[in-house]
């Protein structure tokens, strides 16, 4: 079992740069691919980022590379989102996910633990 709970959210003006964060307890963690989500209000939950158990792999949606970078620490049991020049289109409730599986996905319903959420508000 794994508890996920993300901060760092907030309200930032286009342009700006936030990082989120995911702590996650339970000691297997470090045996766990992890990925970001968002929904922003009307719309589906899409896939953000994700990265391996190990750290080796990380994979982005289109919309979000080279802004967004994805980072886990194994011993502190938290994943990071950094996100850079933020666009008034990244506003949404983004969500942190644990996958038991070793490959990396970015489809939602095969992560199988979801934190509550945090709110990121882009200003334009």
């Known amino acids: 079992q794994v508890q996920l709970v993300e901060s760092g959210g907030g309200l930032v003006q286009a342009g700006g740069s936030l990082r989120l964060s995911c702590a996650a307890s339970g000691r297997t963690f470090s045996r766990y691919t992890m990925g970001w989500f968002r929904q922003a209000p009307g719309k589906e939950r899409e896939f953000v980022a994700a990265?391996?158990?190990?750290?080796?792999?990380?994979s982005y949606a289109e919309s979000v590379k080279g802004r967004f970078t994805i980072s886990r620490d194994n011993v502190k049991n938290t994943v990071y989102l950094q996100m850079n020049s933020l666009k008034f289109e990244d506003t949404a409730v983004y969500y942190c996910?644990?996958?038991?599986?070793?490959?990396?996905?970015?489809?939602?319903?095969?992560?199988?633990?979801w934190g509550q959420g945090t709110q990121v508000t882009v200003s334009s």
């Open positions: 996910a644990a996958d038991r599986h070793l490959g990396i996905s970015r489809y939602a319903n095969v992560y199988d633990y």
């Open positions: 990265i391996r158990w190990s750290g080796d792999s990380t």
